[in-house]
């Protein structure tokens, strides 16, 4: 689905990211502009960072 409608930026985009180590939404910004239009998009953009990162970070804390 798209969550940044103004730059055509898609949750799969913002999923793939996050797996590069994108963590906060003004680094999304500067990668696809994300944000940068109406603003509208930031607040679920994060949830979804946030979100992936800690799917991304789960199989390394159960092996502590
Ligand atoms: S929807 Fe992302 S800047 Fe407008």
């Known amino acids: 689905m798209y969550?940044?409608?103004?730059?055509?930026?898609t949750d799969?985009?913002?999923r793939t990211?996050?797996?590069s180590g994108v963590r906060d939404v003004a680094d999304l910004?500067?990668?696809t502009g994300l944000g940068t239009g109406c603003g509208?998009?930031?607040g679920l953009a994060q949830q979804l960072?946030?979100?992936e990162?800690?799917?991304l970070?789960?199989?390394i804390l159960e092996a502590a």
Not at 3 to 9: A, F, S
Request: glycine fraction near 4%; include cysteine.
């Open 53 to 55: 990162s800690q799917r």
């Open 12 to 14: 799969r985009a913002i």
């Open 17 to 19: 990211a996050a797996e």
């Open 29 to 31: 910004a500067m990668d």
């Open 57 to 59: 970070t789960l199989p």
């Open 40 to 42: 509208t998009c930031t």
């Open 49 to 51: 960072l946030d979100a």
């Open 3 to 9: 969550v940044c409608i103004c730059h055509g930026v």
